[in-house]
């Protein structure tokens, strides 16, 4: 099984998905460090909930 299989990216709703990115920018700012956070689906269900 591969890594893309094992952990597949989560299926983010967009105002989810804009609340990663939110904090990836606070923590950029904060730390003065390219921070990116990446959302899997542990369950693999893709339910994006």
């Known amino acids: 099984m591969s890594a893309f299989e ?3 990216v ?3 709703k967009e105002n ?3 609340k990663v990115q939110s ?3 606070e ?3 904060e730390l003065g460090e390219n921070i990116v956070l ?3 689906d542990e369950e693999g269900n893709g339910q994006g909930k």
Do not use: G, M
């Open 27 to 29: 923590l950029r700012q």
């Open 10 to 12: 989560a299926d983010l």
């Open 23 to 25: 904090l990836e920018n």
């Open 6 to 8: 094992q952990f597949p």
């Open 38 to 40: 990446i959302a899997y």
């Open 16 to 18: 989810h998905l804009q």
